[in-house]
C-alpha cells in the first residue's frame, strides 16, 4: 500500500543518513589517525625534547591569539617554552606558552598574534628579521608580517621563512610561512607571509622543553703498561 511504501522509504532514508554519518565518522578517525603517526614519527626522529599536549579550549574572540592545553606543572611546563606541530618532515612553530595555570593547564600564545615576535630569516640567506601576526582577525587566519629586512632584501613568493635561532628562545630552522610578497620602503623591506602552520585545524601539539644538562663524562683512562 501506498502507506507501507512510504514507511519503507522513511527507513531507507534514516539508514542511508546514518551510513553517511558513519563514513564522515570514519574518515575523521583516519585522518586524525594519520596525524598522529606523523607526529609520532617526528617525535621518534627529533632531537627535541618534546611533551605531547592536546587543545583543549579555544575562544572565537581571539581564535588566533591564545589556545589552552592540557599540560602544565605536572609535565614540567614553564612560560615561554616553544610550541610547535611537524609539518611533513620538519616542525612548525605554532607559538609559545604564556602562561601556566596549573598542574594541567596553561596558555599558548599563539605566532598568529602581533604580541608574539619571533627573530626570523629568509631560508638559504642572511637577510633577518622580526616576524609576528596580526591582532583582530576573526573571520579568516590572519598573514604574518616579517619586518626590519634590509632593503636590498631579495625575497620571491614561495620562498620559506624559518626562525634563525637569536635570542635563544626558538630553535633555529622552524618553519613559519612562506613568501607571498616584499614591500620595500625607503629604510627597510617588509614581506607578507602565509603561515606553515593551520591555525585552524589545532588539535594536538608538542611543547619543546629547556635542554637537560648534559653531564660532562671523562673518558676512561688507558692502564699502565708497566
Known sequence: SPTELRSRLDAAVRERDRLQLEVLQLDELKFENNELRRALQYVESSPLELVPARVISRKPSSWYNTIIIDKGTNSGIDV??????????????????SEVRGDNTAVVLLLTD??????AKL?????????????????????????YLSKEANATPGQRVITSGTGEL?????????????????????????????????????????????????????????
Open 114 to 119: 602581533e604580541i608574539c615576535q619571533v627573530s
Open 123 to 147: 631560508e638559504n640567506t642572511q637577510e633577518q628579521g622580526i616576524i609576528n601576526g596580526q591582532r583582530g582577525s576573526l573571520r579568516s587566519m590572519p598573514d604574518l608580517k616579517l619586518r
Open 170 to 226: 626558538f630553535p633555529a630552522n622552524l618553519l613559519l610561512g612562506e613568501v607571498v610578497e616584499l614591500k620595500t620602503g625607503t629604510i627597510d623591506a617588509e614581506a607578507v607571509v602565509k603561515p606553515s602552520v593551520n591555525f585552524d585545524l589545532l588539535k594536538d601539539v608538542f611543547v619543546i622543553l629547556p635542554d637537560a644538562i648534559e653531564k660532562v663524562v671523562d673518558p676512561p683512562k688507558e692502564e699502565s703498561g708497566e
Open 80 to 97: 615561554d617554552n616553544p610550541v610547535i606541530v611537524p609539518v611533513g618532515e620538519k616542525a612548525g612553530l605554532v607559538g609559545k606558552v
